[in-house]
Each structure stands twice: as C-alpha cells, then as structure tokens.
Nanobody
Framework: QVQLVESGGGLVQAGGSLRLSCAASGWTFSAYRMGWFRQAPGKERESVAAISWNGGMVYYSDSVKGRFTISRDNAKNMMYLQMNSLKPEDTAVYYC???????????????????WGQGTQVTVSS
C-alpha cells in the first residue's frame, strides 16, 4: 500500500521539543525528495522544510529556521522533523509529503507534492 504515516505529535509547553516521524511504505522512498507542511486552524497550508534524496540538501521556511531540523533514514524508509524551542504559533497539523519526480516549481509549493500523510497534531501551549 502506497502511503505516508506521521506520528509523534502531541501537546507541549512553549520552549519544549517534539520529534515528528514519517513512515513511508509501498514505494521506493530513497528515490524521492520529501517535505513537511503544516496547517493551523483557519489558515492556509504552509511549507515547513524539505530534504533531498540522500539528505544532503535541506530547506527551511524562515519561521522555523534555526529551531527545526529535517532528516531522513533511507534504510528505514523514515523521515523526521526535530522541533525545538517550540512556540504557540507552531500549533498546527503537520503533514509529510512526497515530492513529484519531475519538478517544475519550488520545494515550498504544495502542488509539487503528490502523496500526503494523514497529519499529526502539534499543540504548543503558552
């Protein structure tokens, strides 16, 4: 079954940390670039981070740069998002996504991704 499954969300106080995981199955994980997105209630989906096939190149939105770290383990078909120094404005549902093989846009364009997980809720209390 071709799918992505996120886990690791939860409730944390401001300043705390969480590590999100994304498990891929049913396809060749190492052949695809990947990304993390999030969507807060009443807001549009926004890009968070992206990573190249082997993890050699990573990208972050300005809002999370320096606090979040994206990584992947191709041997385990897993991607991660380490989130430190969390803020209440980080509260959202976080999604992992697979980027299309032949790209036409940028890493932060959601239209560039063709497979999405169901999402995991992250809530940061003040």
């Amino acid at each position: 079954q071709v799918q992505l499954v996120e886990s690791g969300g939860g409730l944390v106080q401001a300043g705390g940390s969480l590590r999100l995981s994304c498990a891929a199955s049913g396809w060749t994980f190492s052949a695809y670039r990947m990304g993390w997105f999030r969507q807060a209630p009443g807001k549009e989906r926004e890009s968070v981070a992206a990573i190249s096939w082997n993890g050699g190149m990573v990208y972050y939105s300005d809002s999370v740069k320096g606090r979040f770290t994206i990584s992947r383990d191709n041997a385990k078909n897993m991607m991660y998002l380490q989130m430190n120094s969390l803020k209440p404005e980080d509260t959202a549902v976080y999604y992992c996504a697979r980027r299309v093989s032949i790209t036409r846009g940028t890493w932060y364009d959601g239209e560039e991704y063709d497979l999405w997980g169901q999402g995991t809720q992250v809530t940061v209390s003040s």
